[in-house]
């Protein structure tokens, strides 16, 4: 693994991560990528630990991506799931962060549909005086950092495989385009994409990205990289990298688009729209994918332009990387 320091105890959020801290989980990735191309894919890293992955909300590929990380890294690993624990019963969150505690987990990976909650048992471990590390893997409409941190990979290893690193994106033209209101992962990814000097471009009907969004963002600091579009157009003009959003219908509270038909017209990735981008434009969804909606489904299978499964892969190596660098100081 490549020598860093790296000090941080939980991976809440990205808003605050550092250019060097990019880069240690950049360059442990991509290490741990080699590894997983080989005959024996499992290395003793974190033997003896025990990670407990506890969603409180559905999920496939980060829940399964994280477990099978964690067992790469040989790991003992614990499933927790809402509807068949004791939180039926009336258990609270933070018992049931303990209960796990109690079991010798060391690092929990947690998903809540509400913003908040692994921060809040983040502190409720500091507060206990005990080294169990949290990992936040999806909260609310908060953040999402480790989907976050796999689209950087997978954007870096285009550019350098060999050696991803943030600087390479400094100057590119990425857009991000559809659900912006309701998605944690554009929250990562716009922290990730204006650390590495990159020209972020958001794209969406204005109710799904509304005023006080743009305002938000622009009172950070951030107004020089960071461009809003209620067009898809300009957006799409000279980009280097698209990044299409799922219509979070689950968590759309009022009715803010006419239609699915109207909106892949306006706002759907398609091959006749890509080429108003760089020629060698590739595009990217966190998933799950709406076919046909945010993205036509045969562009979506082309891997001349489609990263999709390419960020499946790298979460796998991605979330080995975080586990490894909050975990293999507890041995």
Same mark, same amino acid.
């Given at each position: ?16 991560? =550092? ?29 003896? &630990? ?33 509807? =068949? ?5 009336? +258990? /609270?969150?933070? *018992? =049931? ?7 010798? /987990? *060391? ?31 999806? %909260? ?6 480790? &989907?976050?941190?796999? %689209? ?14 943030? +600087? ?30 990159? &020209?972020?471009?958001?794209?969406? #009907? ?8 743009? +305002? $938000? ?20 003009? *000279?980009? *280097? ?8 219908? +689950? ?36 998933? #799950? ?12 299978? %082309?891997? &001349? ?18 586990? $490894? ?7």
């Amino acid at each position: 693994m490549p020598t860093t320091t790296w000090n941080r105890h939980h991976i809440l959020s990205l808003a605050d991560f =550092t250019t060097a801290e990019y880069n240690a989980v950049l360059q442990t990735a991509a290490s741990f990528q080699e590894v997983l191309s080989r005959r024996t894919k499992k290395v003793p890293t974190l033997q003896g &630990q025990v990670v407990a992955n506890l969603f409180f909300e559905p999920s496939t590929r980060t829940r399964s991506s994280f477990e099978i990380a964690a067992k790469r890294l040989s790991a003992d690993t614990l499933n927790f799931a809402a509807s =068949t624990s004791s939180m039926t019963k009336g +258990e /609270t969150i933070l *018992d =049931t962060a303990k209960t796990y505690l109690a079991m010798g /987990t *060391d690092i929990m990976v947690i998903r809540h549909k509400e913003a908040g909650v692994p921060s809040a048992i983040a502190q409720e471990m500091d507060r206990l005086g005990v080294k169990v590390s949290v990992l936040n893997a999806g %909260d609310g409409q908060h953040e999402h950092p480790s &989907q976050g941190l796999l %689209d950087l990979f997978t954007i870096c290893s285009i550019i350098d495989p060999a050696q991803p690193r943030i +600087e390479l994106l400094k100057g590119k033209k990425i857009a991000i385009i559809g659900d912006i209101l309701h998605s944690r992962v554009a929250r990562s990814n716009i922290w990730s994409l204006i650390a590495s000097e990159a &020209q972020v471009h958001l794209a969406a #009907p204005p109710t799904l990205l509304p005023k006080f969004f743009a +305002e $938000y963002l622009g009172e950070e600091g951030n107004v020089e990289r960071l461009f809003t579009h209620w067009q898809l157009e300009p957006a799409l003009q *000279d980009a *280097d990298f698209v990044m299409t959003l799922r219509l979070q219908k +689950e968590r759309m509270t009022a009715h803010l688009l006419p239609s699915l038909r109207e909106y892949h017209q306006l706002f759907g990735i398609t091959r006749a729209k890509l080429k108003l981008c760089k020629p060698n434009v590739k595009v990217l969804h966190p998933g #799950p994918v709406n076919r046909g909606v945010e993205i036509s489904s045969d562009l979506m299978d %082309d891997p &001349q332009f489609s990263l999709i499964q390419s960020q499946v892969t790298s979460g796998v190596a991605v979330r080995m990387a975080l586990l $490894y660098l909050i975990g293999s100081g507890k041995a």
